[in-house]
């Protein structure tokens, strides 16, 4: 399976973005899709989740409320409102097995390379 993420940019406090990830290649085994981000000096963590087949999703926190993902066939769109300077930073998708729509990077097989969102006050 190959991801490739997209969508990144720096943006206005308050501003939306949307970031999108194209999965291809043996897809079989990528039902569950997630995204992570990594600020600097800061350890990788989950932002939310999705299964394609049926739609559930799963949201870290601090996106609820202001993040939605959505799909179609092979792409995941992570949709962010209401942005705030400490969504700054590295957005990486990744996908699975399905299985738990889990938060841990680990259990993830596959990543895409990630994009920059930088978010101004």
């Known amino acids: 399976v190959q991801l490739q993420a997209y969508g990144g940019g720096l943006v206005q406090a308050g501003g939306s973005l949307r970031l999108s990830c194209a999965r291809s290649?043996?897809?079989?085994?990528?039902?569950?899709m997630g995204w992570f981000r990594q600020a600097p000096g800061k350890e990788r963590e989950f932002v939310g989740a999705i299964r394609l087949s049926g739609g559930s999703t799963h949201f870290a926190d601090s996106a609820k409320g202001r993040f939605t993902i959505s799909r179609d066939k092979n792409t995941v769109y992570l949709q962010m409102n209401s942005l705030k300077p400490e969504d700054t930073a590295v957005y990486y998708c990744a996908a699975k097995r399905r299985g738990i729509l889990t938060t841990i990077s680990v259990d993830y097989r596959y990543w895409g390379q990630g994009t920059q969102v930088t978010v101004s006050s």
């Open positions: 290649g043996r897809t079989f085994n990528s039902d569950d």
